[in-house]
């Protein structure tokens, strides 16, 4: 896919991502970039530490998500990344409210005068998300969906929070 936008390479081997660009893939500043080859392309994809992290991700929801029945998912900084309990018709694109929540590793509990939708279609109501990374590093959240118009119970927001502490610890460099 040829956008029509070209950039020179300045002494130092670096080149500027076009605005246009980084707005439409949500790359911000300061985002990991990981950078590979393919044949003789250079290949840029956005960096999210959990996908590294999927076997202990896809471990800690299916316990959580059996054992506590609640429906639960581990996102990135903008995208589900990993889901059980409930099903994700279309895009996996978080909506505009919850990755300003992770971005600025807020904590959330349901609130109906505000709510919260994980994806930008309003089927998964958000009970509660716990942020994954540090507020200088932020990773993704863990997050609870909505079942019906029940609340979380106090044991799945303590469990939901430890497992998001554990995958900080995980994702720490």
């Given at each position: 896919m040829s956008s029509g936008i070209i950039r020179?390479?300045?002494?130092?081997?670096?080149?500027?991502?076009?605005?246009?660009?980084?707005?439409?893939?949500?790359?911000?500043?300061?985002?990991?970039?990981?950078?590979?080859?393919?044949?003789?392309?250079?290949?840029?994809?956005?960096?999210?530490p959990l996908t590294g992290l999927k076997e202990q991700s896809e471990a800690f929801l299916k316990v959580f998500s059996k054992e506590l029945s609640v429906a639960a998912a581990v996102c990135s900084l903008d995208t589900v990344i990993f889901y059980r309990g409930f099903s994700l018709s279309g895009d996996n694109e978080l909506s505009?409210?919850?990755?300003?929540?992770?971005?600025?590793?807020?904590?959330?509990?349901?609130?109906?005068?505000?709510?919260?939708?994980?994806?930008?279609?309003?089927?998964?109501?958000?009970?509660?998300s716990f942020s994954i990374g540090t507020p200088a590093k932020p990773v993704g959240a863990l997050v609870l969906i909505r079942d019906k118009n029940n609340d979380a119970t106090d044991n799945q927001l303590d469990t939901a929070k430890f497992i998001a502490k554990a995958l900080t610890e995980l994702t720490r460099e």
């Open positions: 020179r390479i300045d002494p130092l081997g670096r080149i500027v991502l076009p605005k246009e660009i980084r707005r439409t893939l949500h790359i911000e500043d300061g985002d990991p970039l990981e950078i590979s080859l393919s044949g003789k392309r250079i290949i840029l994809d956005r960096y999210f505009v409210e919850m990755r300003s929540l992770i971005r600025s590793q807020s904590v959330y509990q349901y609130n109906a005068q505000n709510p919260v939708y994980l994806t930008v279609s309003t089927a998964c109501p958000v009970n509660a």
